[in-house]
Every structure is written in structure tokens, then in C-alpha cells.
T-cell receptor
Framework: LAKTTQPISMDSYEGQEVNITCSHN???????ITWYQQFPSQGPRFIIQ?????VTNEVASLFIPADRKSSTLSLPRVSLSDTAVYYC???????????WGAGTKLIIKP | DGGITQSPKYLFRKEGQNVTLSCEQN?????MYWYRQDPGQGLRLIYY???????QKGDIAEGYSVSREKKESFPLTVTSAQKNPTAFYLC???????????????FGPGTRLTVT
């Protein structure tokens, strides 16, 4: 069974690039990694999903190294509105287990 | 306007009473999920359903029950057997968890349950 580990919190400044890493040991070949953003008292919102190497969409990039023991969510040029909690999720293909990280509280300062 | 709705937003109950939380989706999604979130904590899976008339226990199913009689609806009952039911409850849906790479979960706004 995979286990996910994320930093509890991070700070950064407006306009900077922010990278949040999730460690996931024992991830299997067909397991997908997904990242979500959550604001207080709201449901999480999908950011990006990947399987290997690099995925990019209009809001973020996801980097997954060859050994797939970690993944990094990259937010380019953050703004104050990116202050939120970010969760990584590993979906285990073999038994459909959903392994959620504990979340990283990101605070963006002016 | 497609989406997933949960009602009510806030719910108050006395200890010992069962309470049912509503979750409806009009996204035509096969899969639906229930999560519990405690203050400052992450998401914990209670139950999920991949198809109508079928559901599976998640990590913390004890004290909860669900039904999936219709594709659009996945109500959660918090029973009196749940020792600490006060929490923020989130419902989600996804297209088809068996199709890899397209299983984005869409979350509802949540129901905050307080039991005293």
C-alpha cells in the first residue's frame, strides 16, 4: 500500500514559482497522481493529474521522476489567491485504493 | 448548470439521532464518494460507489451507511453508532474510476454537521 507524505506548510511571495513535493513510496506502475486545491469551508478542486514525466495545463505543471517515488506540483507566478491547502492523491490501480496526502498549507505573501 | 450539490450546508443534531446527508449530481458520473474532514486535517474516505446499486467501504466506514439507488444520488446516513460525528462532510463524483487518467473528482460544497 502506498503512503503519501507532504510538507505541512509553505510560504512564498506573489510572483514567485512554488513547488510542492509529495513523496509516495511503493507506488505501482499504473498508479496515477492527482493534485487538488482546497479553500476553507469548500470542497477541493482538481488541479492536475499525471502518470509519468511531465504534465502541464493552464494553471500548473506536474513533474514525476523516473523512479516515481515523488511528484512535484509547480505553480508558476503565484498570487495571493493561491493561498490554500494542496493535496496529493495516489490512486492505486490494483485495488482502487485512494491514498490522500495530509495536505500542504500554502501561504502567499504580498 | 451541471454540478454536485449537498444539502444542507449546516446541520445540527442531538447525540443519539441518526441523520442523513444529501448528495446529488447531474454530471452523469458513474462514481460517487463520501469523505469526512476534521478541522485542520485531510480527507478520509467513508464510502464510495462505482456504479448504481453497488458501494464499497472506505477507510472509516464504521458508524455510517449509504445507498446508491439512483445514479444521481448517494445519501450518507450518520448513525448513532458513530462515536464522534461532528465534522465537515464532502461528497464527490467522477466519470469512471476504471478509466485511468480521467478520474478527476468533482466535489460538492460540503455539509458541516454538529452533534451535541
Amino acid at each position: 500500500l502506498a503512503k503519501t507524505t507532504q510538507p505541512i506548510s509553505m510560504d512564498s511571495y506573489e510572483g514567485q514559482e512554488v513547488n510542492i513535493t509529495c513523496s509516495h513510496n511503493n507506488i505501482a506502475t499504473n498508479d496515477y497522481i492527482t493534485w487538488y486545491q482546497q479553500f476553507p469551508s469548500q470542497g477541493p478542486r482538481f488541479i492536475i493529474q499525471g502518470y509519468k514525466t511531465k504534465v502541464t495545463n493552464e494553471v500548473a505543471s506536474l513533474f514525476i521522476p523516473a523512479d516515481r517515488k515523488s511528484s512535484t506540483l509547480s505553480l508558476p507566478r503565484v498570487s495571493l489567491s493561491d493561498t490554500a491547502v494542496y493535496y496529493c492523491l495516489v490512486e492505486e490501480d490494483s485495488n482502487y485504493q485512494l491514498i490522500w496526502g495530509a495536505g500542504t498549507k500554502l501561504i502567499i505573501k504580498p | 448548470d451541471g454540478g454536485i450539490t449537498q444539502s444542507p450546508k449546516y446541520l445540527f443534531r442531538k447525540e443519539g439521532q441518526n441523520v442523513t446527508l444529501s448528495c446529488e449530481q447531474n454530471l452523469n458520473h458513474d462514481a460517487m464518494y463520501w469523505y469526512r474532514q476534521d478541522p485542520g486535517q485531510g480527507l478520509r474516505l467513508i464510502y464510495y460507489s462505482q456504479i448504481v446499486n453497488d458501494f464499497q467501504k472506505g477507510d472509516i466506514a464504521e458508524g455510517y451507511s449509504v445507498s446508491r439507488e439512483k445514479k444521481e444520488s448517494f445519501p450518507l446516513t450518520v448513525t448513532s453508532a458513530q462515536k464522534n460525528p461532528t465534522a465537515f462532510y464532502l461528497c464527490a463524483s467522477s466519470i469512471d474510476p476504471r478509466v485511468k487518467g480521467s478520474n478527476e473528482q468533482y466535489f460538492g460544497p460540503g455539509t458541516r454537521l454538529t452533534v451535541t
